[in-house]
């Protein structure tokens, strides 16, 4: 399954990742470890291995395979350097029609725009793509930097779902946010129109 969506603008592109690509998710994990430890749930040790890097993507693979969960690389385009991963999980179809959104940065490639481009190809491919009709997220009440990707993408806050995930081996609330097919839309037609009016 090959796939490759691309914002020259900000010079990424976000692809699916390949077994090839382990050892260099494996760096990010490793890289990343202490920054995002605060954001994540406590890994075991032997997560951060390139066997169970490696094994990620292949049990990855096989659930997009299914339509059932999508792992994202999210590279540079002039380096091909991993900057991060974005996924697409718990995909339900009938008439749900929606999944979860995560994505995880190297913490010294954060703060310059890279993962919002990277959520906004995400969401072209899980509306136009894959057809879905709703995209939600849950983050942290005090991950700022996460909540900042989220508005700038045009989710919406919705509410508090208690203690929803298990970080550092606390059960933490989550602050939810989504969007919808015709809001992406809508934005991605006035950012449109504003690029053509200037």
């Not at 406590?42 to 094994?55: A, K, M, V």
């Not at 996924?87 to 913490?107: E, K």
């Not at 310059?112 to 793509?129: D, I, N, P």
Request: some cysteine.
């Amino acid at each position: 399954m090959s796939l490759t969506l691309s914002d020259s603008t900000l010079g990424i592109y976000i692809r699916l990742l390949e077994p090839e690509d382990a050892s260099a998710l494996l760096q990010l994990r490793v890289n990343s470890r202490e920054a995002n430890q605060a954001f994540e749930p406590r890994y075991p040790n032997e997560f951060f291995t390139l066997p169970s890097q490696l094994d990620l993507i292949y049990r990855r693979q096989q659930e997009a395979w299914e339509d059932k969960a999508y792992l994202f690389g999210l590279f540079s385009s002039e380096g091909h350097e991993l900057l991060g991963t974005l996924s697409l999980t718990h995909l339900v179809r009938g008439v749900g029609q929606f999944a979860d959104i995560g994505y995880s940065m190297d913490y010294s490639f954060q703060g310059k725009g890279y993962m919002t481009g990277g959520v906004q190809l995400l969401l072209a491919y899980a509306f136009r793509s894959l057809g879905l009709h709703r995209v939600q997220a849950g983050i942290l009440p005090h991950n700022i930097a996460s909540r900042r990707v989220l508005e700038k993408c045009g989710f919406q806050a919705e509410g508090i779902a208690r203690k929803l995930v298990k970080i550092n081996d606390q059960w933490e609330d989550h602050q939810m946010f989504s969007i919808l097919e015709e809001e992406f839309t809508r934005l991605a037609l006035d950012s449109n129109a504003g690029t053509s009016r200037s």
